[in-house]
């Protein structure tokens, strides 16, 4: 993501221009409008048109539109974020009030005005957005097993399916071995060109290969010998960054398991992705060890943060960026006031984790916000009865 232009008075009122490079850009627009924000970008818009005679004449014309955010609609994996709206300011073509859906689009501007102004949330999801040195720690991963192989790319805040690659291959037969072989070359081959289009291999940062059996070394045997054929230097410089772990199946879900993985783990120790994941391991030792330092929940945490416990030498706040997307404003400014809180009034330390990646989705799993206490504090969950006490007895069963 590029900033473009920035105007924000102390208030916090104003407006943001953005202009999204890759499908990763658009996950960062989806955390970033809400509905009653004001959204302006351009649009292919169909507009009919009736001569003299009164025939009619349909054409698609290419304007800007203003719309007042209703709702927001983002799939991950296509990386497409539709959002929906009334037209705030009227033009030719639209009447004020009327309803539109903008589609944004990688290589094109959007700007972006807070209903309620730009608050250190979403500032830090720009902040974000825009810093040149995340896609550093993109990691590429392909799970596979004969026959088809998923082409994924691991970010700092969501694992994203580039592309899945399907090969037939016969199977093997007795004096007919050779078209096995033959079809395996060749759904590797298919693969590795696949990979190539979609991450860099000559980068210094690894690269996952799992798989049931041996289809994954074999698939790195394969790209070792291809490179070293075809002289690819850089490749095989590398050659050290591929990482080959075993997988129940070549589907996708498979991937979480080989995240958990402890040699996985160990390699990506450096990644936002690891680093939380091991966040969250401590988070949940201290848990079980419930000796009064580590709480979850809404209201417990926000006891603890009152009271002081969530600040300097050793508090932390973690919370999901799930919370931040709210559709009641009274409900996200909860949020963003208890973060406010811990990092400026209490010193404390605050981690957003991604609800896309698995540690945001354990965080979640314990009501989307946790805390490691910097004293022990007693009791926060009394008066807990009903539907909420079932709630936090399935937690406690969920850290056990």
Request: hydrophobic share 40%.
């Amino acid at each position: 993501m590029r900033l473009i232009k920035q105007n924000i008075d102390r208030d916090g009122s104003g407006t943001i221009t953005l202009f999204p490079e890759e499908p990763e850009d658009m996950w960062h627009a989806f955390n970033l409008i809400r509905p009653t924000d004001l959204l302006r970008a351009s649009a292919l818009r169909r507009v009919t048109t009736e001569s003299a005679t009164g025939s009619t004449a349909s054409h698609r014309v290419h304007t800007s539109f203003s719309i007042r955010v209703t709702s927001i609609d983002f799939d991950p994996q296509a990386g497409q974020l539709h959002v929906a709206g009334r037209i705030a300011e009227e033009n030719k073509y639209v009447k004020i009030g009327a309803f539109h859906t903008l589609d944004l689009e990688l290589q094109r501007n959007f700007t972006l005005e807070k209903a309620e102004g730009w608050d250190s949330i979403a500032l830090d999801v720009v902040k974000d957005a825009v810093d040149p040195n995340r896609r550093a720690d993109a990691v590429g991963a392909v799970v596979m097993q004969e026959g088809f192989a998923n082409i994924c790319l691991i970010t700092e805040y969501q694992t994203i399916l580039r592309q899945r690659v399907e090969v037939g291959i016969p199977r093997k037969r007795q004096g007919r071995a050779g078209d096995h072989d033959k079809g395996l070359t060749k759904f590797f081959q298919t693969t590795l060109e696949t990979l190539l289009r979609h991450v860099d291999l000559t980068a210094p940062r690894p690269i996952l290969l799992a798989s049931p059996g041996f289809t994954a070394s074999s698939f790195q045997k394969f790209i070792i010998e291809t490179a070293t054929a075809t002289g690819n230097k850089p490749l095989l410089a590398n050659k050290t960054n591929f990482l080959v772990v075993h997988s129940s199946s070549g589907h996708l879900h498979a991937l979480n398991e080989v995240l958990k993985s402890p040699e996985v783990l160990a390699r990506l120790k450096d990644t936002k992705y690891a680093r939380e994941t091991r966040l969250m391991d401590d988070f949940m030792t201290l848990l079980r060890k419930d000796d009064g330092r580590a709480w979850y929940g809404p209201n417990e945490v926000t006891q603890a943060v009152e009271k002081g416990a969530v600040g300097r030498g050793g508090g932390i706040l973690l919370i999901s960026n799930s919370l931040f997307r709210a559709q009641e404003v009274g409900v996200r400014r909860r949020w963003v006031d208890l973060v406010d809180k811990v990092k400026d009034v209490e010193g404390g330390e605050v981690r957003v984790l991604s609800s896309e990646h698995e540690s945001g989705k354990r965080l979640e799993g314990l009501g989307g916000v946790a805390a490691i206490l910097t004293f022990p504090l007693d009791d926060l969950d009394d008066g807990e009865d009903g539907e909420e006490g079932d709630l936090v007895a399935n937690m406690n069963h969920l850290a056990t």
